[in-house]
């Protein structure tokens, strides 16, 4: 039996986020979106969109 960190489940590759998209998740921010509607709507994680605004220091 094979052990692992994976067991099995599929992950996304990791893809780095577009400038556009970068702006795009501020501007929804900015706009008074919910983050997890902001996630929902960009396809990414709560966590990637929480990374990016504390990166531009909209949180």
């Given at each position: ?22 702006e ?34 909209g949180i």
């Open positions: 039996m094979k052990v692992g960190f994976n067991k099995g489940k599929k992950y996304k590759k990791y893809k780095r986020l577009t400038q556009e998209q970068k795009m998740i501020y501007k929804l921010f900015l706009e008074k979106m919910e983050l997890r509607k902001i996630a929902r709507v960009m396809g990414v994680t709560l966590g990637t969109v929480q990374y990016h605004l504390k990166k531009t220091k």
